[in-house]
C-alpha cells in the first residue's frame, strides 16, 4: 500500500500529500500514470467580457470548442481582477460562458 494513498475513484490509489482535484482526476490517465496536459488549440472560440471597464482589457475570457452554445457548460472560463490597470489576479473555472458571474473560480 502506498504511503498517503488517495483514491481517483472507488479502485484506484494514487500517493501525495494532498488530495486531487477533480480537474487532476479528469485528466488523469491511469494507462500512462500521467496526467494529460491540455493546452488552448487556435481551433476554439474565444468571448470576452468587459463588465464595467472602459479601457480595454477584459473582466472575464472564455475559451470553448467551436459551436458550443454560451449555456453549455464546458467552457474554461478566466476571471481576472485589476489594480491601477494592471493584472494582478488570474482565477479559472469551468462552467457555461452564461454563467461566468456566478461560476466558481480558485
Do not use: C
Amino acid at each position: 500500500m502506498m504511503a498517503n494513498a488517495q483514491y481517483i475513484n472507488d479502485t484506484e490509489k494514487v500517493s501525495g500529500a494532498t488530495k486531487a482535484s477533480d480537474v487532476e482526476n479528469k485528466t488523469y490517465d491511469k494507462d500512462l500514470w500521467a496526467a494529460r496536459i491540455t493546452e488552448i488549440p487556435s481551433n476554439m472560440q474565444m468571448r470576452a467580457d468587459y463588465t464595467g471597464r472602459s479601457d480595454g482589457q477584459p473582466v472575464y475570457l472564455g475559451f470553448a470548442p467551436r459551436g458550443l452554445a454560451a449555456s453549455s457548460d464546458g467552457w474554461l472560463l478566466h476571471k481576472f481582477t485589476y489594480v491601477s490597470n494592471s493584472v494582478t489576479l488570474r482565477q479559472i473555472g469551468y462552467d457555461s460562458w452564461d454563467n461566468i458571474t456566478t461560476a466558481s473560480y480558485a
